[in-house]
């Protein structure tokens, strides 16, 4: 499966983004799919994930109450919404996917492009 993240850019603190995951090339609804992110420096650390099926997720305690991962199996689109975003936010974000099954937080073996967003004090 492929993916292009997009809808990253330019936010001030405590506003909000709407990232998106399109896939194509294999059967979405198959695949749980996560977000990762990387900022200058640092490794790539989980942010979130949500099974196949959508029925589950699973949130790094960092932006639990924040962020928000939804998938639609239609139209082969995982979303991340973001609000309350934080300076510490700044980051390229990664989409991810694996076929479905084991843990949400690892594993991941199809990656995005990558999107950057960045969050101005």
């Known amino acids: 499966v492929q993916l292009q993240a997009s809808g990253g850019g330019l936010v001030q603190a405590g506003g909000s983004l709407r990232l998106s995951c399109a896939a194509s090339?294999?059967?979405?609804?198959?695949?749980?799919m996560g977000w990762f992110r990387q900022a200058p420096g640092k490794e790539r650390e989980f942010v979130v994930a949500?099974?196949?099926?959508?029925?589950?997720?699973f949130y790094a305690g960092y932006v639990k109450g924040r962020f928000t991962i939804s998938r639609d199996n239609v139209k082969n689109t995982v979303y991340l919404q973001m609000n309350n975003l934080k300076p510490e936010d700044t980051a390229v974000y990664y989409c991810?996917?694996?076929?479905?099954?084991?843990?949400?937080?690892?594993?991941?073996?199809?990656w995005g492009q990558g999107t950057q967003v960045t969050v101005s004090s």
């Open positions: 949500i099974n196949w099926s959508g029925g589950s997720q």
């Open positions: 090339g294999g059967t979405f609804g198959r695949y749980d």
């Open positions: 991810a996917g694996k076929y479905r099954g084991g843990s949400l937080s690892d594993e991941y073996d199809h």
